[in-house]
């Protein structure tokens, strides 16, 4: 009897010792992990089946530390370039005005100071566009959308209509086909609106006169337009904050940024490219 018991109690000496062993092992792991960037896993040479649970439940852990770090990274950079964007965008226009300013101190000729004082007003505008901009993508950044039943078609017709007057003064005639029957979906009718009307106004920006709007049923729809000067890597770029091309008239780089944020938060896909020196903005909402 007394031979059992010593058996029991190495057997379990010998198992509080493994399992000490094993606790060490994965301290020196997590202490190594923590100080490397690494895609690695923590491992455990013991069989115990406790163990490799616990190990299998730090693993987790490291797998949503490793995406928040992702996360934390990816936004850090975000906005160290948002901030960049902003500096170089205000620094320009107040740059521009003080040389104007410069210039009317010394200036005597009503002409030439009317003219500068006109500059200077252009370059004031560019700025207000830009606060108001950066204003709109606070908002849109912050507030949750709140889908509600839509018309794809009927949408995209009154922001058409919207942008007649506008589209008529650039001598632009859009080709536009969409279907005869309704594409309903479930979106938010503001923020489907504003995506509408900022890929419209990019048209604006970058078309050389013509413009091609088409619906499928299936609820994808595509702006095409002439884009001189466009690249399928400036295309690619487009909806990044602040990127603007050199093309483009009072762009402030936000729109199609704000459409793009806007178009995931309601489950779709908006895409831009370059074919044959033509820009092809395609918007996709699929049916549930």
Same mark, same amino acid.
């Given at each position: ?57 730090l ?8 995406e ?5 990274q ?5 906005l160290?370039d ?40 252009? $370059?004031?505008?560019?700025?207000? $566009? ?10 849109v ?10 018309d794809?078609?009927?949408?995209l ?8 007057? !506008?589209?008529?003064? $650039? ?13 309903? $979906? ?12 900022n890929?419209?106004s ?6 050389a ?62 895409? !831009? ?16």
């Open positions: 009897m007394e031979w059992i018991l010593l058996a029991v109690l190495a057997a379990l000496i010998l198992k509080l010792w493994l399992m000490r062993r094993t606790a060490r092992e994965i301290a020196r792991n997590l202490k190594r992990h923590q100080g490397l960037e690494t895609n690695t896993l923590l491992d455990v040479s013991t069989r115990d089946k406790a163990m490799r649970e616990l190990v299998s439940q693993n987790q852990e490291l797998r949503l530390l490793r928040a770090r992702l996360q934390y990816q936004g850090d950079q975000e160290k948002a901030v960049t964007g902003i500096s170089h965008d205000l620094r320009t226009p107040l740059t521009a005005i003080r040389g104007y300013l410069e210039l009317l101190e010394r200036e005597a000729d009503p002409q030439l100071v009317r003219k500068y004082l006109g500059l200077i007003t252009g $370059r004031v505008e560019a700025m207000s $566009r830009l606060t108001e901009e950066l204003f709109r993508y606070s908002v950044a912050a507030e949750p959308v709140s889908p509600s039943p839509v794809l078609g009927r949408a017709e009154e922001s058409l209509v919207s942008f007649y007057g !506008a589209l008529q003064n $650039r001598g632009i005639t859009p080709e536009i086909d969409l279907p005869g029957t309704p594409v309903p $979906r479930r979106l938010d009718p503001e923020a489907l609106s504003r995506i509408l009307s890929i419209l990019n048209a604006l920006k970058y078309s006169g013509d413009l091609k709007v088409a619906l499928t049923p299936e609820g994808r729809a595509t702006f095409q337009n002439t884009a001189p000067g466009l690249t399928p890597v400036t295309a690619a770029r487009l909806f990044d904050r602040f990127y603007t091309i050199e093309t483009g008239r009072a762009s402030t780089g936000l729109g199609l940024s704000i459409a793009k944020l806007l178009t995931e938060r309601m489950g779709g896909t908006i895409t !831009a490219q370059c074919h044959e020196g033509a820009l092809i903005i395609e918007l996709t909402f699929p049916g549930s």
